[in-house]
């Protein structure tokens, strides 16, 4: 008896689905350019509102903060609202703190507006992923996923230049004003044309999980973001009290939601991380993460409070290494649909743990061009880890999870950024105040190589990671092509051992699917 015959998944995706994501990575890219737009505007900020720089730094921790409370809960969201109207949500929200960021007479009301920011971007992150997981078809996602990384790469390093240009010649206020309008546009426009595509539920918004979820994501954050500054002087409260209590409730949060979870109830559905793939990504990802943040933080203190650059060369300087690990992402992708992620990852990896070292041997007399290509080489790095590491920890998930993955990798992110921060900022603060109060050049120089080290010490973990990676197990396919739900899939909530098994198997890549089998990466 002959089988019936299979089409391959298609190699274009539908007009409409790419409308559809065209319009989620444009919005991406306005609020992630958003975040990183403070830290230069900060000392106009600090003129007009007389307000110290301790207090003018809570416009960037505030905006972590609220980020880390509301990801938590996006994953029931998305689920609860669907995509169009999720989206909406978030663009409406983050439109509505632009307008009001632009016009605030007060801190305090800035303060606010930055908080309405974040949490439309709180929602945007997670709701991006989910949907391109949903509609495209696992041959293509590395490929689409490589566009993700320009958003998530360039745009960041985009926000500071982006400010600094405005600054040069219009008030701060205009880093909001010029942005209201592209947010709007891309409001209504997704309004008419963005539709569902996520996985509906019905499930109650449980309370004391939102609750917990708040404490626990929001006091670790707050205090591990506290922690670097906590080497200089001894701030209010103790660094230890929050961070303990966070980690306390997020015990308890955990194990609400493995009770909720029975009847998929859970705020954060914890079944993703019964995926090996998905926790073996992920755990490389904290590990970059933590390197990513740590060097954004450190490299422009070294670079001005050592070498000497002003703000506009120090912007300039790292600015390559980002446009690089943006510019990548498409190449990456599709080299990811060919060869899977261990490949890249190893690599990858290498390349981080090697610029790390060689940034440890920074002094203070160092030439800014070793500085340049050692970013330059981390960068490249990042961009053979970031995109395998997110399309392979979505992929390693069946579709009815797909929004508690994103919400997940999303808070984690948060969680590793904040980590990352703290480590780099507490050893350099530590090491540099060594030999007094008032640190030369060649003192904080001692303590950047330090941070470094310590940086390099844990990406070399990743490459150890990074062997593990499996390419995902490939999913059934409807007629379109795109991924089946969990239960065409054969995949049931109630027994996530059974993905667990299908993932640590390895598969052929997905596009060869209707080919005779080929060896696994």
């Known amino acids: 008896m002959t ?10 995706l539908a007009r409409q689905d790419v409308v559809v994501i065209g319009l989620l990575l444009a919005a991406s890219c306005v609020v992630i350019l958003n975040e990183t737009t403070m830290g230069v505007a900060l000392p106009a900020l600090l003129d007009e509102f007389d307000i110290p720089a301790s207090t003018g730094q809570w416009l960037t921790t505030a905006f972590m903060l609220t980020m880390a409370v509301v990801i938590p809960a996006t994953g029931f969201l998305i689920g609860r609202l669907g995509t169009r109207r999720s989206f909406v949500l978030a663009m409406a929200l983050f439109s509505a703190g632009t307008a009001l960021a632009a016009v605030a ?5 800035l303060l606010g507006a930055r908080v309405v920011q974040a949490t439309g971007t709180a929602v945007m992150m997670p709701l991006m992923m989910t949907t391109i997981m949903t509609l495209v078809p696992p041959a293509m996602r590395g490929k689409v996923m ?38 709007l546009a891309t409001l209504a426009v997704g309004a008419v044309y963005v539709k569902d595509t996520a996985e509906r539920t019905t499930a109650r918004l449980d309370p004391i999980s939102l609750l917990l979820s708040a404490v626990a994501f929001g006091g670790l954050v707050y205090g591990l973001s506290s922690m ?12 230890a009290v929050p961070v303990v209590v966070g980690a306390v409730v997020l015990g308890l949060f955990v194990l609400r939601q493995l009770r909720l979870q029975r009847t998929d109830t859970a705020l954060l559905d914890l079944r993703v991380f019964t995926s090996g793939g998905f926790t073996v990504a992920l755990s490389i990802m904290v590990v970059s993460m ?6 954004i933080i450190l490299l422009p203190l070294y670079l001005q409070d050592v070498l000497g650059l002003d703000a506009l060369h120090t912007g300039l300087l790292v600015l390559p290494g980002g446009l690089l690990m943006g510019l990548l992402g498409p190449t990456v992708g ?3 649909d060919r060869v899977g992620p261990r490949p890249l990852v190893v690599p990858g990896t290498a390349a981080v743990a090697t610029a790390m070292g060689a940034l440890a041997t920074v002094g203070a007399t160092t030439s800014p061009w070793f500085v340049l290509a050692a970013h330059l080489v981390l960068s490249l790095g990042l961009a053979f880890v970031f995109t395998p590491l997110f399309t392979a920890a979505l992929g390693a998930l069946p579709p009815h999870l797909y929004a508690h993955g994103s919400a997940t990798i999303a808070t984690v992110q948060q969680l590793a950024g904040a980590a990352g921060t703290a480590l780099f900022v507490a050893v350099l603060t530590t090491r ?11 003192e904080v120089a001692d303590g950047v190589g330090a941070a470094f080290t310590w940086g390099a010490a844990i990406s070399v973990v990743a490459i150890g990671l990074s062997v593990l990676l499996r390419r995902p197990a490939p999913e059934p396919a409807d007629a379109s092509g795109k991924s089946a739900g969990p239960e065409s899939a054969g995949i049931q909530s109630a027994h996530p051992e059974v993905v667990a ?21």
């Open 3 to 12: 089988a019936p015959a299979t089409s391959p998944p298609p190699e274009r």
């Open 334 to 336: 599709s080299l990811y």
């Open 501 to 521: 098994d299908a993932v640590a198997q390895p598969a052929p890549p997905a596009h060869e699917a209707a080919k005779a089998a080929a060896p696994t990466d």
């Open 146 to 183: 490589g566009n993700v990384a320009i958003v998530m790469s360039a745009a960041p390093a985009l926000g500071p230049t982006f400010a600094g240009i405005v600054l040069d010649s219009l008030s701060w206020r205009w880093i909001f004003g010029l942005v209201l309008p592209i947010a």
């Open 228 to 239: 670097g500054e906590a080497a200089r002087e001894q701030p209010l409260v103790p660094v």
């Open 432 to 442: 540099s105040l060594a030999g007094g109060d008032a640190p030369g050049a060649v």
């Open 290 to 295: 933590v390197a990513l943040f740590g060097t």
């Open 105 to 109: 007479p007060t801190f305090a009301l």
